[in-house]
T-cell receptor
């Protein structure tokens, strides 16, 4: 069974631009969560989707948004990029959200 | 608000040694606790998941325990190998389905 895939793997953007990251969960998984990882803050929860509905949202500004499609694939969007948005963005999928989380390899975003 | 602490932040051991990584959390109302490993620049690999009703889980050379009453979990690694070198992360899942992570323990196993 294929694992969680994330595209692109690396991105370089400049301040003020926007970016869209994509996550394809393991086949059959309906829950997709997004996390931001930085050296200073560690791993922080962004949001979680289950069957196209956002169930939970972390403490991030409204510039961070996401959605989930009917095939469970998910995208997250960051508008008006800031230098502090540079991070590794990780996506995780699971069957129900309260079971084992399987993480993708991440998207490394660099904001210049 | 759930807080997760992992001590030590870094650990260096010789190959073959048995070792214990520690994780503590502040809120005992949890669904489960998961241990992950992360290699540099990579995503997270799930190692073990312990449900809140369980006391421990084992997988190969790994054994994880959970004591909700004291807010502690340990990950025991037997007969460590250089390939075990990685950052080990403990994460708590509570009522909101999100994972709350500790900052991790960076393990180095020296040949």
């Amino acid at each position: 069974k294929a694992g969680v895939t994330q595209t692109p793997r690396y991105l370089i953007k400049t301040r003020g631009q926007q970016v869209t990251l994509s996550c394809s969960p393991i086949s059959g998984h309906r829950s997709v969560s997004w996390y931001q990882q930085t050296p200073g803050q560690g791993l922080q929860f962004l949001f979680e989707y289950f069957s196209e509905t956002q169930r939970n949202k972390g403490n991030f500004p409204g510039r961070f948004s996401g959605r989930q499609f009917s095939n469970s694939r998910s995208e997250m969007n960051v508008s008006t990029l800031e230098l502090g948005d540079s991070a590794l963005y990780l996506c995780a999928s699971s069957l129900f959200g309260t079971d084992t989380q399987y993480f993708g390899p991440g998207t490394r975003l660099t904001v210049l | 608000k759930q807080e997760v602490t992992q001590i030590p932040a870094a650990l260096s051991v010789p190959e073959g040694e048995n070792l214990v990584l520690n994780c503590s959390f502040t809120d005992s109302a949890i669904y489960n606790l998961q241990w992950f490993r992360q290699d540099p620049g990579k995503g997270l690999t799930s190692l073990l998941l312990i449900q809140s009703s369980q006391r421990e889980q084992t997988s190969g050379r790994l054994n994880a325990s959970l004591d909700k009453s004291s807010g502690r979990s340990t990950l025991y690694i037997a007969a460590s190998q250089p390939g075990d070198s990685a950052t080990y992360l403990c994460a708590i899942q509570g009522g909101s389905e999100k994972l709350v992570f500790g900052k991790g323990t960076k393990l180095t196993v020296n040949p």
